[in-house]
């Protein structure tokens, strides 16, 4: 619900005010006595209501320069000590308590404190000269001194927020880029590595003139180039916050192996659903490198507060291969699970090897 208030709106609101304020003290000022009119005194009155109002009404829109300001404030603090005179009392104080207001929000502190001294000092003397009760000159020097004290304390708040709000967002951004970084880095290591190999094999071929084999191998390094650019788009993809289609691109990555589903899918975040799919991926790749041809099976399932994927390999298996590497790591996985705000484990079985994954969602 607080969605809609917004600093540019919050400024428009107090502006409002002010001008509603300053609408009820005109007309409180010409019901006061004496009463402003056109002659004598009333005169001189109605002219300074009107002088009063003009740089009330200037200095809270902030019409003109920027360094008008302060005159905007003074004339409006000198003319509300003036009408006091010209009342001898009454409420017209309340311009230059609206002048002191206007000044410790928008000019700087200094010159705030400035003018409030000054506003303070002629007010409470004027009061005191007209022989006012000694408690009347101590509330109007008293409440120009408190409203200074306000208003600081609300530009420190305020610039602590906005400090505040800076450093989180210089936070988020570093995450970003490390996030960005690692995607990246996870990417290319991967496509990269097993492209290396598959050139590195294909050289050795064409070296003993096998070239009807050195043509397969370089056949399959342009399908690992391909597989590597539609990695980079689906990583680019999940990281402008597109959900992750994860339960097709599982069935794509265990083409050739067992995979079940349990449970309704449905979309996930786009950090989630990438963390687990990298899961998937290294937990395969690990299967090819260090157990060759055992069987493998894929489960993802769908809870009702969480993701759960497991990947485990049983039985024979042939000899560990070599060359093979995914760029992601089991301990990199695990930040990344942990960094999404799931749990991530990795360990022999019986038979085989089981990574397990739950991630909420």
Same mark, same amino acid.
């Given at each position: ?33 004496? $009463?402003?009119?056109?002659?004598g005194r009333g005169l001189?009155?109605? *002219? ?27 004339? *409006? ?5 003036? @009408? ?9 104080? *309340? ?21 409030? %001294? ?21 509330i109007w020097a008293g ?11 609300? $530009? ?43 050139? =590195? ?20 390094? %342009? ?9 980079? $788009? ?20 265990? &083409?050739?192996? =067992? ?11 786009? =950090? ?11 937990? @395969? ?43 992601? %790591? ?5 930040? $990344? ?7 991530? &484990? ?16």
């Amino acid at each position: 619900m607080f969605e809609f208030v917004t600093p540019q709106r919050l400024y428009r609101y107090r502006q409002l005010r002010s001008l509603v304020i300053l609408v009820i003290l005109t007309v409180a000022m010409f019901q006061d006595d004496p $009463r402003p009119g056109t002659s004598g005194r009333g005169l001189v009155l109605l *002219c300074g209501v009107v002088l009063a109002a003009s740089a009330w009404v200037a200095m809270t829109l902030r019409v003109g320069a920027p360094r008008w300001q302060p005159y905007t404030v003074g004339a *409006c603090m000198v003319v509300g000590v003036a @009408l006091t005179v010209a009342q001898h009392g009454g409420i017209a104080g *309340c311009y230059a308590l609206a002048a002191v207001t206007v000044a410790t929000a928008s000019l700087p502190f200094r010159t705030a404190a400035i003018m409030t %001294g000054t506003g303070a000092v002629l007010l409470a003397g004027t009061h005191a000269i007209l022989g006012a009760p000694l408690e009347t000159v101590v509330i109007w020097a008293g409440a120009m001194l408190l409203i200074l004290l306000l208003g600081t304390i609300r $530009r420190e708040r305020t610039a602590s927020a906005a400090a505040l709000a800076d450093e989180q967002a210089k936070a988020a951004a570093l995450a970003e880029r490390a996030r960005l970084a690692r995607e990246i880095h996870d990417v290319l290591a991967h496509s990269l590595s097993a492209l290396s190999l598959q050139l =590195e094999t294909a050289a050795a071929l064409l070296e003993r003139d096998r070239a009807a084999d050195a043509a397969v191998i370089v056949d399959r390094a %342009g399908r690992l180039a391909r597989d590597g650019l539609t990695e980079t $788009r689906r990583a680019v993809s999940a990281l402008r916050g597109d959900p992750v289609p994860l339960p097709e691109l599982l069935r794509e990555l265990t &083409a050739d192996h =067992e995979f079940s589903l349990v449970g309704a899918p449905r979309d996930l975040g786009a =950090e989630t659903g990438l963390a687990l799919y990298r899961t998937a991926q290294e937990a @395969l790749t690990n299967v090819r490198k260090h157990a060759p041809g055992s069987a493998v099976a894929v489960r993802l399932e769908y809870g009702a507060s969480d993701v759960r994927l497991s990947v485990r390999n049983s039985g024979p298996a042939g000899p560990p291969t070599t060359g093979l590497s995914s760029g992601y %790591g089991l301990t990199g996985l695990r930040e $990344r699970a942990e960094l999404a705000g799931g749990t991530f &484990a990795a360990g022999p079985t019986e038979d085989g090897w089981l990574v397990d994954v739950k991630m909420p969602g």
